[in-house]
């Protein structure tokens, strides 16, 4: 399994890039936002990868962060989702786009990206929102980070490395202890991961995400 690309960048076409490591050159196919994060060719960039493994083809998709790597994994085991639909959720939405509509139960908002039908994005919610919590508590996700002795050349630190390769702010805390405690109360993953991603805002304490998930999560009249 292929799990991380590091190199230079020979060339990028519509959907894909051919990343040089050491005088091998990989084709890794990436979403629009994945693809407009990338530094121009001739240029250092790491991608985290998934390799899809069929009998006629090997396939390798990139992303930058490992909670996007994990949305890829989870979007394709759903019925009517394969990988090209799956990035292009993830290039519409990105990792955090796709982690609050499907805690939200907004299956709108997925059927907006190219080739997903109203049908198809009902069922991801469906079978996908009890296990967005799991992602959630992942935080910002830990970025794919670059390691300069696949480049050759003196460069120690080698220009146009992505942000998204660099380190990314680290995510609120509360989101996964709040999560831990909605469902330690007894409330459905899935339920208490809309909540928190519905209320929860970047410097927000525990405590404080957990009052205003449990007003939601409150019976109605």
């Known amino acids: 399994m292929i799990g991380k690309i590091s190199g230079r960048i020979d060339y990028?076409?519509?959907?894909?890039?051919?990343i040089d490591v050491r005088g091998v050159g990989y084709v890794v196919y990436v979403s629009d936002r994945v693809m407009a994060s990338l530094p121009p060719n001739g240029e250092a960039a790491a991608?985290?990868?998934?390799?899809?493994?069929?009998?006629d083809i090997l396939q390798l998709f990139?992303?930058?962060?490992?909670?996007?790597?994990?949305?890829?994994?989870?979007?394709?085991s759903v019925q009517g989702i394969g990988a090209?639909?799956?990035l292009s959720i993830l290039g519409a939405l990105g990792a955090d786009g796709v982690s609050r509509a499907i805690a939200l139960g907004d299956w709108n908002a997925l059927a907006k990206a190219r080739g997903v039908g109203p049908k198809?994005?009902?069922?991801?919610?469906?079978?996908?929102?009890?296990?967005?919590?799991?992602?959630?508590?992942?935080?910002?996700?830990?970025?794919v980070e670059l390691d300069p002795s696949v480049i050759d050349d003196s460069d120690t630190v080698p220009r146009g490395v992505p942000k998204s390769a660099r380190a990314a702010p680290k995510a609120n805390p509360a989101q996964s202890e709040a999560?831990?405690?909605?469902?330690?109360?007894g409330y459905g993953p899935g339920d208490a991961a809309?909540?928190?991603?519905?209320?929860?805002?970047?410097?927000?304490?525990?405590?404080?995400v957990i009052?205003?998930?449990?007003?939601?999560?409150?019976p109605k009249g």
């Open 12 to 18: 990028r076409g519509t959907d894909h890039v051919l």
């Open 47 to 55: 991608l985290y990868t998934d390799l899809l493994v069929r009998e």
């Open 62 to 76: 990139g992303f930058t962060t490992l909670v996007e790597k994990e949305w890829h994994r989870l979007l394709t």
């Open 84 to 86: 090209k639909a799956s």
């Open 120 to 143: 198809t994005a009902q069922r991801v919610v469906n079978e996908l929102k009890d296990k967005a919590p799991a992602v959630m508590a992942m935080g910002a996700g830990a970025s």
């Open 179 to 185: 999560l831990s405690a909605l469902v330690n109360l």
């Open 194 to 208: 809309g909540a928190v991603m519905e209320v929860i805002t970047p410097d927000m304490a525990t405590g404080d």
């Open 211 to 218: 009052r205003a998930a449990l007003k939601l999560l409150a």
